[in-house]
């Protein structure tokens, strides 16, 4: 099975500057997905970011990107020029691409990385 | 743009009851996952529905079962309710073939007393 590790509990931030998440996994599939969520005091879940394993190059999203880094099983998201309203909580996922579940396959989640965004 | 809509947003059960949750997916959507999300905790993965039938199943219980509908909506069904079970229950959908993520809806608050 999947795990998906986020070694930092929480990371605090000054407005305006820029801050590395980190996440691990474990898997020995080749070709999956990858994503960071948001989940922000209202409790929604937020689609930050999505990296498809196969794929070189690193998913970016307006100040979100990623560091995908397939040989260490690496996926950090890097947020820039923070803002208030990036605080929340991020969550890493996996999902397999060879699905055992008729291609509807849930997403293994890290324990999150509490982000604190100080004014 | 259209959103997953669940509902209710908040109920309230007492112990040994029986509670029905509902998912309506974003339009054309095929795809629906049920995740639980208790507090301070991550979402855990319970079961998907693709084309009406059972896709993929995570760690539901036996007390709960689902089903999705020939309009594609589904019903979080969870019987002898158990105060562990409070939680955030979060409905998602996708479209099959569109390439990996997922929308969530709001999510509905099940608190057992």
């Known amino acids: 099975a999947q795990t998906v590790t986020q070694s930092q509990p929480e990371m605090s931030v000054q407005e305006a500057e820029t801050v590395t998440l980190s996440c691990t996994y474990d898997?020995?599939?080749?070709?999956?997905?990858l994503f960071w969520y948001k989940q922000p005091p209202s409790r929604q879940m937020i689609l930050v970011i999505r990296?498809?394993?196969?794929?070189?190059q690193n998913a970016t999203e307006n100040r979100f990107s990623v560091n995908f880094q397939k040989a260490a099983k690496s996926f950090s998201l890097k947020i820039s020029d923070s803002q208030l309203g990036d605080a929340a909580m991020y969550f890493c996922?996996?999902?397999?691409?060879?699905?055992?579940?008729?291609?509807?396959?849930?997403?293994?989640f890290g324990k999150g990385t509490h982000l604190i965004i100080q004014p | 743009a259209a959103g997953v809509i669940q509902s209710p947003r908040h109920l309230i059960k007492e112990k040994r009851e029986t509670a029905t949750l509902k998912c309506y997916p974003i339009?054309?959507?095929?795809?629906v996952y049920w995740y639980q999300q208790g507090p301070g905790q991550d979402p855990q993965f319970l079961i998907s529905?693709?084309?009406?039938?059972?896709?993929d199943k995570g760690s539901i219980p036996d007390r709960f079962s689902a089903q999705q509908f020939s309009d594609y909506h589904s019903e979080l069904n969870m019987s002898s309710l158990e105060l562990g079970d409070s939680a955030l229950y979060f409905c998602?959908?996708?479209?099959?073939?569109?390439?990996?993520?997922?929308?969530f809806g709001s999510g509905t608050r099940l608190t057992v007393v």
């Open positions: 998602a959908s996708s479209r099959m073939g569109t390439g990996g993520g997922y929308t």
């Open positions: 898997t020995s599939e080749s070709d999956y997905y």
């Open positions: 990296q498809e394993a196969y794929k070189q």
């Open positions: 996922a996996y999902r397999t691409i060879l699905s055992s579940g008729g291609g509807a396959d849930g997403l293994t």
């Open positions: 339009p054309r959507h095929d795809t």
């Open positions: 529905f693709y084309e009406k039938m059972q896709s």
